[in-house]
Structures are given as structure tokens and as C-alpha cells.
């Protein structure tokens, strides 16, 4: 079977041409004019009107799309696979970023307009990559953008945690983390994937929350995280982090999938929420990150009781920290 995101992959400037041409009407509204004009110009000479206000309402083809590359030189010597084409374009469909006409084919070809606000809003956060290539490629594209943070206390006991990049408007690079992770320390190291250290020149921390920043002296280069501040329960997930794996040498980056499962409250009146994404010690500050590449939450704790467990056989469950709460904490 062929993996449809490698082989989109394999053939990004079909892929990136075909969104920009299709989103057009939102992200680029001066080429949408000269697109959509000599869409006009094509079907004009075919005398049908019911075409051409197709066009005028926005929904092109790929007929029209070819026409396009061919009238900029952009072809190229062995032409555009129309396959690669027609996959980019269900998949923009799936993901709401075009609205396909009714799923009928008009003169034999699919008809597709812009998505409007959400496919702006994408193009702009330089996300559509992200929903149409999948958790591959976002694990793929943000594994150095995850970070081990190695924790020695005054005591000498080692712990080590995740923490996660973003960029912070005017103040660089900061990493988001737990925290329980980072207080307290006599020394700390924070490791990109492949063990280099990252130097740091602050950190702070938030005064009840379990949130803590590490403000870099030094950036990384890779791309940074973005929240996003809803989500619904039953979206699918996926965490990755630094756990504790027995038997073996190493703390390892590894991936998790689950779903969202519930936004609850703990004794403490802290909203939180519910996740399937298998966790343990190491995965504290994991990122919570959906189906665009975008934050959700960070990993906080394990809710458990022991006295529920050996009595009532209570399983523990994994809770997060919203973006909306990481958002606060860095804003103030």
C-alpha cells in the first residue's frame, strides 16, 4: 500500500503549488484575480454560462489549475501528475481548508473554492503541511522542537522531564515545561534530542499553577510550538516526551497516541482535562499536540489514589494543562 503522506511528500512543489492555487481567494487575494480571470478567459470559449459562474463564485478545477501553471512556465518538462494533484486536493477537502461543489464533477472535472476564514488562518500559522501529511510528519518536524530537561536536586537525586519550544513576541525562545520539573534544583540541563545541551539564562515560575518557562540564552533551530485554545472531547492526539523505560540505557523521545477524554476540575478548582495517551515518569510537560501540530495542554500529573485503588479498584487517569492556562501564565 502507498503511503499517500510520503509520496505527497516526495512531490511538495505539486503539493504546495496546488494549495496556494486553490486557497488563493483568502491568501492571496491579488493572485486570485488574474487566476480567476483567465479561468473566465477559458471557459468563456466554450460558450457555457453555467461554468462561468462557477468560476465567478470562485470554484475552480484542475483544468483550470494546469491552465494556470502552463500560462506562468511552471509545468515543467514532464508535465504535473494530475494523481498528486487530485490526493492534495481530497485531502484539503477533508480538512475543511477547500469546499469541494457538491462532489460532482462538472465537464469531468471537481470544482473546488477556498475554505474561507480557516484556511487563511492555517496558511498564515504555517499549518496545512501538518493536517495533510499527519502525526509522521509532525513528529518528524517538531522532534528537536521537544526537549529533556534533567533535574538534580540539593539531595543528588536525578529526575529528568519534557518541556516543549515556542517563541515568545519580542523575547525569543523560551521552553514550556512543568513546574514540579524544574524547581528546587541544584543543577539543570535542558538536552535537545540528540543529547546536545541548550543553555538557558532564566526561569520562571508560576505561583500556584504546575507551569514553569526556561528562557534560552541560545536558539534552537527548529520550528516552535503554537496553541490552540479548544478542543473536542474524542480529538485525537498524541504526546511525546522523555518517560522512564525499564531495562533499558537511555531517556529516549517517544510518541503516544489517544484522544481527549474529559475537562474536569481537581480539589483544587484547577480546570484540567482528561487524556488516553499512555504516560508515566519522564512524560511530565509532554506536549498534548492534535491533528494540525498545534498545543493543546501539557502533561501535568497522574491522578491516583492509592486507598481508592486497593479498595474500589480506582484506575488512575492522565491530566493536562489547557494551552488557554499556559497562555495566561506566559502573557503575564
Given at each position: 500500500m502507498i503511503d499517500q503522506s510520503k509520496l505527497l511528500q516526495a512531490h511538495l512543489d505539486i503539493v504546495d503549488k496546488t494549495i496556494n492555487y486553490f486557497t488563493s481567494e483568502v491568501t492571496n487575494p491579488t493572485e486570485f484575480i488574474?487566476?480567476?480571470?483567465?479561468?473566465?478567459?477559458?471557459?468563456?470559449?466554450?460558450?457555457?454560462?453555467?461554468?462561468?459562474?462557477?468560476?465567478?463564485?470562485?470554484?475552480?478545477?484542475?483544468y483550470d489549475f494546469l491552465i494556470y501553471l502552463g500560462s506562468k512556465k511552471q509545468l515543467g518538462k514532464e508535465g504535473v501528475k494530475t494523481q498528486i494533484v487530485d490526493l492534495t486536493l481530497k485531502l484539503l477537502a477533508e480538512n475543511f481548508i477547500v469546499t469541494p461543489l457538491d462532489s460532482i464533477a462538472v465537464n469531468g472535472f471537481m470544482r473546488y473554492k477556498s475554505g474561507g476564514p480557516l484556511a487563511g488562518a492555517l496558511y498564515k500559522m504555517n499549518l496545512i503541511h501538518n493536517l495533510i501529511f499527519g502525526f509522521n510528519f509532525i513528529i518528524e518536524k517538531y522532534r528537536k522542537s521537544v526537549v529533556k530537561i534533567e533535574h538534580i536536586d540539593k539531595d543528588s537525586n536525578h529526575s529528568i522531564g519534557t518541556g516543549f519550544l515556542i517563541q515568545r513576541k519580542g523575547k525569543g525562545q523560551s521552553i514550556v515545561t512543568n513546574k514540579h520539573v524544574i524547581e528546587g534544583y541544584k543543577k539543570l540541563r535542558v538536552l535537545d534530542v540528540d543529547d546536545n545541551e541548550i543553555e538557558f539564562k532564566e526561569i520562571k515560575l508560576h505561583p500556584t499553577k504546575d507551569l514553569g518557562l526556561i528562557n534560552l540564552a541560545t536558539s534552537i533551530d527548529s520550528p516552535s510550538f503554537q496553541f490552540n485554545m479548544t478542543f473536542d472531547v474524542m480529538s485525537e492526539i498524541i504526546t511525546v516526551g522523555y518517560p522512564s523505560i525499564p531495562m533499558t540505557k537511555y531517556s529516549y523521545q517517544v510518541v503516544h497516541r489517544g484522544e481527549i477524554n474529559s475537562l474536569v476540575e481537581d480539589y483544587e478548582s484547577n480546570k484540567i482535562f482528561l487524556f488516553s495517551a499512555k504516560t508515566s515518569s519522564g512524560n511530565s510537560c509532554s506536549p498534548i499536540i492534535d491533528k494540525m501540530g498545534t498545543i493543546l495542554g501539557i502533561v501535568t500529573q497522574e491522578l491516583f489514589e492509592e486507598t481508592a485503588f486497593r479498595q474500589k479498584g480506582k484506575l488512575p487517569y492522565y491530566a493536562a494543562i489547557p494551552s488557554v492556562e499556559i497562555n495566561g501564565f506566559i502573557k503575564d
Open positions: 488574474e487566476i480567476k480571470e483567465l479561468a473566465l478567459q477559458t471557459c468563456k470559449r466554450t460558450g457555457d454560462k453555467s461554468i462561468q459562474a462557477l468560476v465567478h463564485a470562485g470554484y475552480l478545477s484542475t
